[in-house]
């Protein structure tokens, strides 16, 4: 079988789209944030990416129904001042770092073919506590874009974090700098122990500015609640998890 | 050499076949219940499929003759209300994700061109406590399977098992969707300590009962007794195994 | 590059030779009692096997010079009552499964078209105690075969060892026998916490019978004896080491 | 995409250059060498190389740029008595055996094209103590190259490292012997805990004397300061780390 199988529903022909990526990883961050802007623009899944680098697994739905697991892409036209947007979320990311390779150039060559002009991928920073008001880091392939994306409040330190970026939204930049395609990761400062839609809701902030659209975030701030209410308990309670809850998504970072 | 090789020693004509799956898994219950079908209905051996995805290993056999680990196909025709039947068992599942996807897909082709129309795929759903009466919980690929296999007891439940199947019961669902194959899964509640003859029967008897076929199970039975005795006497003893004891057949699910 | 590279420095042309593998494994027991059949039939190094299933690294010898890890096929016409032999020896043995498969497949092919007509695998069979006299354990591709072999000594038991054996030794076995290679495996009785010559003695003995050659064995004899002072030293301070000192040579196995 | 990727930006043309790597491993000590030197002798990058075998990962460079990790080739023109030099460093060695050969049999591929002579690699030999006067170890493909290189005090012990060498350092000797290139490997005692410039700067005294250039170690001096500083006060505390500091440089080891 094919490494990597592609099928469409639907070829949109899209105006410069920007591309964004909201994969799990730590405190499911981005995904978080990707979909969430999915379900208020009213984003249309046009394509289903299955892989032999995903897990050997299948999610079962609502129902009894199962689906492979999957990465998924949604667009969206005119959204906000008129632009057109690519999502990719899904279950995975590889699981290996072939495969984070060889889906990322995939990943690629699809939106290139979509005429993709700007890349954002959505993340989470890991701090290992709890973040009141979590900060939004920054990272990017080209300096007017560090310029530009400081005005909207992103932090860009020096060498920060200091591992790198690991997994789809550090080497979506990586390579997409290869294809001098202009990219941007927005990395919200989390925990890590925990799903965390707070620090995607700041990720978010920042993104709909850059791309000059508006969102409703009353679903996000009622699931932050939920799990407020969840961490304050554990803090009465002196819990500590011992290992971040989010940390299975990316079981190959060691 | 290739990735995986079949040694047909018969390609049988068979009208609409029925496929079941009963590869070793958690409680060995698919195994269990695919074998025992196999022996009870006089199936037989028309394949055997070697892979470098299997460990690099040979089984010793009675008499001191070695036998290099694989998976079996077997058949049978006009078995109960007239259905003809594929099996599939074996020694291991492949041992990497690469390998079961690869795997997957090549038993997939195999059965597609004999004329496979169902799948059937038999598993154990671990659930880390002695279970007395195991329900026997299901997936399908299709709306009118779920309410078809309701009628005979099988438990859908909402996104039950909350982490997806993993391995190839899920996996064959999952791609045999994508060829549009009609599938159903069907798990045993199951310790997970012990191979576990009751779950495989719970399983069985579901599975009889959507096939129109009928089987002796003194057999199982049998065997039942024998893992009773033995949990009994655990029990007494208050030895707690630290950890499953078919747990090594999935040893790549962490 | 290639997955496998063989340099030959001969091509020998054999009468129907006899294949011996001594790969290193648990107590390097194979690889101890191939080394000293090639030592003292005065058997000639003809090829070297280079891998990327090796492990990437060189081994220093004797004046700071390197060498790859790699395997190497001796040959030696006419030994005994004039059988000719070819030994597979080597620093490691492939480093994953799929490498296992791809190294005997390869192997299987050289020595095919070398006209082999018989297959000895050596190894240790590890049984987590210090043995005084240690058994030999068979296991073969053809009744025959473990009839003779009895003779000789060799015990075949009823599904022993258990878990079927795993690596080269067995791999080659497994694969020998769908290629209708005539096939046993030796195995020496081991502790698994030394190299263990005693037990490479042992299994040379039933061999050199099936082969009908003669070697002197006071080399070996003489390890043993080394050997037979460190463990005496170990149990008298009663240190019991952790883990088998030859476990690394297999470390894929878990 | 292909397994491993080089873009130029330049092709130089060299006289019978000689080859020079430095790659993190342990202590990095290979790795400030060879960075020390191209600094020093002001050598000019002209390659980089990409890899699937790296992880997929970004770096984040001051000023919030990513890059995606990768090793690169810088050359010098005539240096000291009128050597051409080319070097390999990079944030990362192949992440597991098969990315390490193929990486070093792409490294030499291309480094034949440029003409390359002689190599030589330069790592760290780690002795778990912190060490005052590192010695340098050595070793070779060609008995007439450790007679030189004891000339300038590099010492080749009979069987040392007893472990062989692993990862790209011995790789290359060993697949540069295979190709017929001369290979010499130093090696630098280090403790394995820290980054050792100490260690790195008794390789390249060795390594210039062979080379016949001359630089000036003022900077490495002042960061062996720092790190002695660091060292003298985790004794004082009798603190003693656990894992060495530079062993996830060499990951898959161990």
Redesign the interface.
């Known amino acids: 079988?094919e490494n990597i199988i592609i099928?469409y529903s639907e070829k949109p022909k899209l105006n410069k789209p920007v591309f964004i990526e909201g994969l799990p990883g730590i405190g499911n961050v981005g995904k978080l944030a990707a979909e969430h802007l999915i379900d208020e623009l009213g984003a249309k899944k046009f394509a289903d990416i299955?892989s032999?680098?995903?897990?050997?697994?299948?999610?079962?739905?609502?129902?009894?129904?199962?689906?492979?697991?999957n990465n998924e892409l949604y667009y969206v036209k005119n959204a906000g001042k008129g632009v057109d947007l690519i999502f990719l979320v899904g279950d995975y990311q590889?699981?290996n770092?072939?495969g984070?390779?060889?889906l990322?150039?995939f990943v690629l060559q699809v939106i290139k073919e979509l005429g993709v002009q700007a890349i954002f991928t959505l993340g989470g920073y890991g701090v290992g506590r709890i973040v009141d008001k979590p900060k939004v880091f920054?990272?990017?392939?080209?300096?007017d874009l560090?310029k530009e994306m400081e005005k909207y409040g992103v932090v860009?330190?020096?060498?920060?974090?200091g591992?790198?970026?690991?997994?789809?939204s550090?080497?979506l930049?990586?390579?997409a700098?290869?294809h001098d395609i202009r990219s941007v990761?927005f990395m919200g400062e989390t925990s890590g122990y925990f799903v965390d839609p707070k620090s995607a809701r700041a990720v978010l902030e920042v993104l709909i500015k850059a791309l000059g659209v508006e969102v409703d975030f009353s679903e996000l701030e009622s699931k932050a609640k939920q799990i407020d209410a969840i961490t304050a308990r554990l803090r009465e309670a002196e819990v500590k998890p011992e290992e971040p809850a989010a940390g299975r998504d990316l079981?190959y970072i060691?």
């Open positions: 079988m099928r299955y032999k680098y995903f897990p050997p697994q299948v999610m079962v739905q609502d129902g009894g129904l199962v689906k492979l697991v590889g699981m770092p072939e984070q390779y060889e990322t150039d920054g990272a990017a392939t080209h300096e560090v860009f330190s020096r060498g920060e974090p591992t790198g970026i690991v997994g789809a550090g080497l930049l990586g390579m700098f290869l990761c079981g060691g």
